[in-house]
């Protein structure tokens, strides 16, 4: 017997660990709805089949473990679970779900929107408007209904006048002026390693409050065309701001 053999009998209980708790993880990010924070929507059902699917080989393989008491078939057995130097591949892995467990995750905000200026905050070329039909009321459509709109027929003019009830967080960008604020969102095409933010600018009537960056509101008002930094631009001209908690889905419409 090597010294180095005992602690070989734990290895492959890490990898059960390691295994089973990602599994767990990802069921818990789907029941408590944090995954609405790191992934599409669209990718839910692939995250809870994996998830399912971890826990199950998990349990498969704690019950193989229970099966082969001699230590010359966990070793053998070692040989094939470990992809890394030994112990160390399921030791990450398994710090990460745990860490998972512990915090939780965070929304973008308003310093990471402010790491653009304006114009790429205005910008549209992101978006997928491809067979996109807004709502025939204005009132009715969201922050995202009218940038893609505005994505398609880009001509501020064309919209003056109409009313306009949108959410979203605020925004202060230094390149505006303080009678503006931009009412923005973060949009993800895959998973929160692409968000970006999309929105609109806010122009306060006298007396209205700023209100504090991050703060999600809901604003009702027309849109008028405004210049800012030199360019024409579809603006809300907001009659009511209203403060609201931030969406369960804050990556939604």
Known sequence: MTKSQPPNKLLPWLDVLAITAWGVLMLRYWRTG???????????????VAGIFLIIVGLLKAQELWRRRRRDVITS???????????WGSSLLLIAAISGFIFTPQVFASDKALQRNVTDLLSTSRLQTRDFEPPSQT??????????????YPEPDKYTGQKVKVKGFVIHPPEMGSEYIFLARFVLTCCAADAYPIG???????GQDRYTPDTWLEIE???????????????????S?????QPENPYGD
């Open 34 to 48: 944090k995954l609405n924070l790191l992934i599409h929507p669209n990718y839910f059902p692939l995250v809870i």
């Open 77 to 87: 057995n070692v040989q094939h679970v470990n992809f890394f130097a030994p112990g």
């Open 139 to 152: 009132e009715k459509r969201s922050l995202l209904d009218w940038v893609r709109t505005l994505s398609v």
């Open 200 to 206: 609109l600018p806010v122009k306060l009537s006298k």
């Open 221 to 239: 008002g027309k849109m008028v065309t405004e210049t800012i930094n030199g360019q024409r631009q579809l603006t809300v001209a907001a009659d």
């Open 241 to 245: 701001l209203k403060k609201i908690p």
